[in-house]
């Protein structure tokens, strides 16, 4: 599956169980990020093309990198990741900090932390477009806070809370549908919330993807995203993580 969006072009990627892996183009330049699975995303590559300029990663978990180095081996691609993080990521050919930017095609590509699922959790921003936010925010949902604490989560979901409201969110995961329910059960008057929840149920029973969502949908559906104060938000992650 690919869109075409605001000049690049995106393609959703499945791998492993309901791990998404996405391959984000605008002229000529090609990223990949979180590659699980190295096979699944070699092909993927080579169905675009078969040029590759990036393998990204947003967090050290296997889910994400296992497939990495292969990857950017067989494409000559160079491996990026967070400079904090690097010693619990495969070998980085490019380190970047908080902000850093680079020329992306076109476009540009940004890195910015987005610590809370881990410590060393980054989003990667390509122009004003697109957010590859891996598993910090999920439609609906945010990622299991593993080794952050909810002022650290919630500081890394309002950073995302501001971007553009037209910018694409790739998610890591699709968990949409579970997250719906929690959603509704601890926001049952939001109207535009059961709505986005009655299109879920449809897509998903239909075998389809819920993912990229628009950040402006999830600001006036998403509960985590919508949390007004880390204490708030504790109290949903809690909440969730029993639910
Ligand atoms: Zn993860
Ligand atoms: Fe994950």
Redesign the pocket.
């Known amino acids: 599956m690919s869109i075409a969006y605001a000049g690049f072009t995106i393609t959703r990627v499945p791998m492993l169980t309901d ?1 998404y892996a996405w391959l984000v183009g605008h002229d000529g330049a090609s990223a990949f990020i979180d590659p699980a699975d190295a096979a699944v995303a070699i092909e993927a590559v080579d169905r675009q093309g078969g040029k590759l300029d990036y393998v990204l990663l947003t967090h050290h ?1 296997d ?2 990198i296992a497939g990495a180095a292969a990857l950017a081996a067989r494409f000559g691609a160079a491996l990026v990741g967070n400079a904090a993080d690097a010693a619990r990521l495969p070998a980085l050919d490019m380190a970047m900090n908080d902000n850093e930017s680079i020329a992306f095609g076109g476009s540009t590509l940004k890195m910015i932390t987005t610590p809370g699922h881990t410590s060393g959790h980054v989003t990667y921003l390509f122009g004003d477009a697109i957010a590859a936010c891996g ?1 910090t925010l999920f439609s609906l949902g945010c990622g299991r806070m593993f080794e952050g604490t909810p002022e650290i989560f919630h500081t890394s979901l309002h950073r995302l809370a501001t971007l553009a409201p037209d910018t694409m969110l790739l998610c ?2 699709e968990y949409t549908l579970a997250n719906a329910r929690f959603a509704r059960s601890v926001d049952p008057d939001n109207e535009a919330l059961m709505a986005r929840a009655r299109v879920v149920e449809k897509l998903r029973a239909a075998g389809e993807a819920t993912i990229p969502t628009r950040l402006a949908d999830e600001l006036l559906t998403n509960p985590f995203l919508r949390a007004q104060t880390p204490e708030e938000f504790a109290r949903l992650r809690a909440a969730k993580d029993r639910f």
């Open positions: 791990n978990h889910d994400h598993d890591g995961h």
